[in-house]
């Protein structure tokens, strides 16, 4: 007997039960398209996924991009940490041999060809970067930047281009554009240059400007912080005193602003965009309690003022009662800022850390990571992915 299919009215009550699904848990919209071909035409259209996305505002971390650390000159490897077992995960191994990740946003994931050290012939060499998309596993390399790239002085971050996208839900084969800024190896000037995807895919000329950024000044190929229409990177200079390198999307303008005074020297964290639109810093002190910081950036001298969370955050308290710690935190932290999510490591477990609910769970991996990249984004099924299955 054919099954009979749902009125309008109830294919309504369906749609709004299925907008309450976690986000975090993709796998459960999935299975509920395979219910029934009605439910598969509720969650693989367009309009459901814009209604998904405005209701819970925040797309999910569905998981973490590390750089598994490296001895003896090895190869970085990009190694995607899932969120819980239930969560997303790349269609084929997560690991990237001779990857290192650079940045993700947008649902993007920029990747740098990192070979071993024995296979460098150069200290200039050209520059291999490529565009992942985790959800579709699909890799786009990108052609070589259009000038010599020397080793610790630069750094690119990805971002979504598409024309009034509020990167809520970005376009998933929509235009992005990378930007690698950096300082020519005298330190006298600092240098832009941006790939567009369209049209044709291509590089702009560079664009160079003096430097504000101190003699001796080297990057750090450490998460940027998009904040309203500006790049952050941090760099370092060689009295091992850290700044921020500011980079204007529309302007193009490159400027220099301080970091707080107590990661002036080590800095233990990462920046991050702020709810309020502001560029923040997250830290763990010295302490190993987590420490949140919001900067006000003057419009004309660029010199930002920094305000600390009169709030601490004490890690090592929300921490299952026999972790065992020996000697501290580690120094690497990922922070997924418009949820609440935290990546830290101890000596030999690590842990994701919700701080809104104040829950710790303990994560498979116990490897050490040297970089940590939170990946967010929403992954709805798309009808061919819905009739592959059914």
């Known amino acids: 007997m054919a099954a009979v299919e749902l009125p309008e009215l109830l294919d309504k009550a369906v749609e709004e039960v299925l907008l309450h699904f976690p986000p975090d848990d993709p796998a459960s919209l999935l299975r509920a398209a395979l219910v029934r071909k009605s439910w598969s035409r509720i969650v693989s259209n367009p309009g459901f996924r814009r209604r998904y996305a405005e209701r819970h505002r925040a797309a999910p971390a569905l998981g973490f991009v590390c750089n598994l650390a490296t001895v003896h000159g090895g190869a970085a490897v990009a190694h995607f940490v899932a969120t819980s077992p239930s969560s997303f995960r790349p269609p084929r191994a997560a690991v990237h041999p001779q990857m290192r990740a650079l940045d993700a946003r947008h649902g993007r994931v ?68 990378v930007v690698v800024v950096g300082v020519r190896p005298d330190r006298t000037h600092m240098y832009s240059c941006v790939y567009s995807s369209e049209p044709g895919g291509a590089w702009s000329r560079k664009q160079t400007a003096p430097s504000t950024l101190g003699p001796h000044c080297c990057f750090k190929l450490k998460p940027s912080a998009l904040v309203v229409n500006a790049l952050h990177f941090v760099f370092r200079s060689q009295m091992r005193t850290s700044r921020i390198l500011r980079y204007d999307l529309a302007t193009k303008e490159m400027s220099a602003i301080e970091l707080p005074c107590s990661a002036y020297y080590l800095p233990r964290g990462c920046l991050v965009p702020t709810g309020d639109g502001r560029l923040g810093f997250v830290e763990v002190g010295l302490d190993d309690k987590l420490y949140l910081w919001s900067s006000r950036v003057d419009g004309l001298s660029r010199i930002a003022e920094w305000r600390q969370s009169s709030r601490a955050i004490n890690v090592k308290a929300l921490l299952p009662a026999k972790t065992k710690i020996y000697g501290g935190l580690r120094g690497e932290v990922g922070f997924a800022g418009g949820i609440g999510i935290i990546l830290v490591m101890t000596a030999v477990e690590n842990f994701l850390i919700d701080l809104k609910s104040k829950q710790a769970r303990k994560l498979a991996e116990d490897v050490c990571f040297d970089d940590v990249f939170p990946f967010t984004r929403f992954c709805i099924p798309e009808k061919s992915l819905v009739r592959s299955e059914i």
């Open 110 to 177: 920029l990747l740098l060809h990192d070979p071993p050290l024995k296979q460098v012939t150069s200290s200039v060499s050209a520059i291999r970067l490529v565009v992942w998309d985790p959800i579709a596993d699909e890799h786009r390399e990108l052609p070589a930047p259009p000038m010599a790239m020397h080793p610790s002085c630069w750094n690119a971050a990805v971002v979504c281009a598409a024309a009034g996208c509020d990167h809520l839900d970005c376009p998933r084969h929509g235009p992005f554009k």
